[in-house]
């Protein structure tokens, strides 16, 4: 069974602030997908890395795959309220068909 | 282009009843996962159907099934309820495969 360790599972940080969180895997993905959920609603797609040592940047948020593609991390600069929320990582393998396996999340609440 | 529909948004039942959970993909998307995601366990993979054909499955117990329908929409079952299975329910499509994948808003099922 593939597992993804994500980090830290709770975090509580004030606006301005900048921080990382980090899934970890002892697997090799072909893809890692990022999602952020808020409370009550489905997560929603927030980008794909499928490249070893890729970086992509969405406005304040950065996400790196690491060059091993087993690990990635996600990085908020001047976190705002409105980033509030679970943020989940997901790796995708390439067998016959592709499996989807998810972190358990990182709960981020920015305080005002 | 709508997103993934899930319809009931709430839902209560008594222990021991059955209920029916519904998912309409996005149009085009042949790939349709169900997930159960509870406070502790996070985001659980139920099974993911695929062309009206159960691709890949989860480890959960035969109470838990599904089918998908030609026009790709799917149902969930679930049979003889239990405490337990008091959880948020979500549904995700995709293109081809499960990975980058589209949640729905998910049904939250009570069971009293």
């Known amino acids: 069974t593939q597992l993804l360790e994500q980090s830290p599972q709770f975090l509580s940080i004030q606006e301005g602030e900048n921080l990382t969180v980090y899934c970890n895997s002892s697997?090799?993905?072909?893809?890692l997908q990022w999602y952020r959920q808020e409370p009550g609603e489905g997560p929603v797609l927030l980008v794909t890395?499928?490249?070893?040592?890729e970086v992509k940047k969405l406005k304040r948020l950065t996400f790196q795959f690491g060059d091993a593609r087993k690990d990635s991390s996600l990085h908020i600069t001047a976190a705002q309220p409105g980033d509030t929320g679970l943020y989940l990582c997901?790796?995708?393998?390439?067998?016959?068909?592709?499996?989807?396996?998810f972190g358990i999340g990182t709960k981020l609440q920015v305080i005002p | 282009k709508a997103g993934v529909t899930q319809t009931p948004r709430y839902l209560i039942k008594t222990r021991g009843q059955q209920v029916t959970l519904s998912c309409s993909p996005i149009?085009?998307?042949?790939?349709v996962s169900w997930y159960q995601q509870t406070p502790g366990q996070g985001l659980q993979f139920l099974f993911e159907?695929?062309?009206?054909?159960?691709?890949n499955k989860g480890n959960f117990p035969g109470r838990f099934s599904g089918r998908q329908f030609s026009n790709s929409r799917s149902e969930m079952n679930v049979s003889t309820l239990e405490l337990g299975d008091s959880a948020l329910y979500l549904c995700?499509?995709?293109?081809?495969?499960?990975?980058?994948?589209?949640f729905g808003q998910g049904t939250r099922l009570t069971v009293v």
């Open positions: 995700a499509s995709s293109l081809m495969g499960i990975n980058e994948a589209f």
């Open positions: 697997s090799v993905f072909s893809s």
């Open positions: 890395v499928v490249t070893g040592g």
């Open positions: 997901a790796g995708a393998n390439s067998g016959g068909y592709q499996k989807v396996t």
């Open positions: 149009s085009g998307h042949r790939s």
């Open positions: 159907y695929f062309s009206e054909t159960q691709r």
